[in-house]
């Protein structure tokens, strides 16, 4: 069983920046990819971005293009999601997942950090 643990959550003005982490441990860790989803207040959960492990091909979500960050190191088994230029929309709790075999199998997920970015 792999456990994902995220940290660098927190509360920023708008404008601001955030690192999120994603820390795994447990067995052998080798997915097909990680990724970064949120979950705001009163919506459903939306991938933000992901990045595939072993080549390192990334995908954003329209509304953080260009702001947002996914890059991973295999050595410390970590994913991370920089967050650049946040505005209030951003304000969720994010989570990462690893996934495999392909992007759309979700083996296992973080218990999320919230993300709050005020006006």
């Known amino acids: 069983q792999v456990q994902l643990v995220e940290s660098g959550g927190g509360l920023v003005q708008a404008g601001g920046s955030l690192r999120l982490s994603c820390v795994a441990s447990?067995?052998?860790?080798?997915?097909?990819?990680m990724g970064w989803f949120r979950q705001a207040p009163g919506k459903e959960r939306e991938v933000v971005a992901r990045?595939?492990?072993?080549?390192?091909?990334?995908y954003y979500t329209d509304s953080v293009k260009g702001r947002f960050t996914i890059s991973r190191d295999g050595a410390k088994n970590a994913v991370y999601l920089q967050m650049n230029s946040l505005k209030p929309d951003d304000t969720a709790v994010y989570s990462c997942?690893?996934?495999?075999?392909?992007?759309?199998?979700?083996?296992?997920w973080g218990k999320g950090t919230l993300v709050t970015v005020s006006s």
């Open positions: 997942a690893a996934m495999a075999p392909t992007v759309y199998h979700i083996n296992s």
């Open positions: 990045i595939t492990w072993t080549d390192g091909i990334t």
């Open positions: 447990g067995r052998t860790f080798s997915p097909y990819a």
